[in-house]
């Protein structure tokens, strides 16, 4: 079995900073793409940032330059790390990766979520 166990998230004011980590934790053979998806209420999930397992990355319009996603394959554990928030950011966080457990079977998995909110 395999979860995708997320930290940080929390309160911060417009402007400030946070920090997001998610490990991938089982019997794990190969990590593929990972990345951070947010939906805020109302609203559609959207994709935030992802990063292949070579360390190309992509970004929503809205968050680059001020976020960046990074990765420890070591670790089997994805960072995002978010500068400059405004509150628009606000959202629930999920992560999400592309792996697989072996014999050729690749499956998707989410994050239970973690919470950003950017309010003064």
């Known amino acids: 079995q395999v979860q995708l166990v997320e930290s940080g998230g929390g309160l911060v004011q417009p402007g400030g900073s946070l920090g997001l980590s998610c490990t991938a934790a089982g019997n794990i053979f190969r990590i593929f793409a990972m990345g951070w998806y947010r939906q805020a209420p109302g609203k559609r999930r959207e994709l935030v940032a992802s990063?292949?397992?070579?360390?190309?990355?992509n970004y929503a319009d809205s968050v680059k330059g001020r976020f960046t996603v990074s990765r420890d394959n070591a670790k089997n554990t994805v960072y995002l790390q978010m500068n400059s928030l405004k509150p628009e950011d606000t959202a629930v966080y999920l992560c999400?990766?592309?792996?697989?457990?072996?014999?050729?079977?690749?499956?998707?998995?989410w994050g239970q979520g973690t919470q950003v909110t950017v309010s003064s």
């Open positions: 999400n990766a592309d792996l697989s457990l072996g014999l050729g079977v690749t499956n998707n998995y």
């Open positions: 990063i292949t397992s070579g360390g190309s990355t």
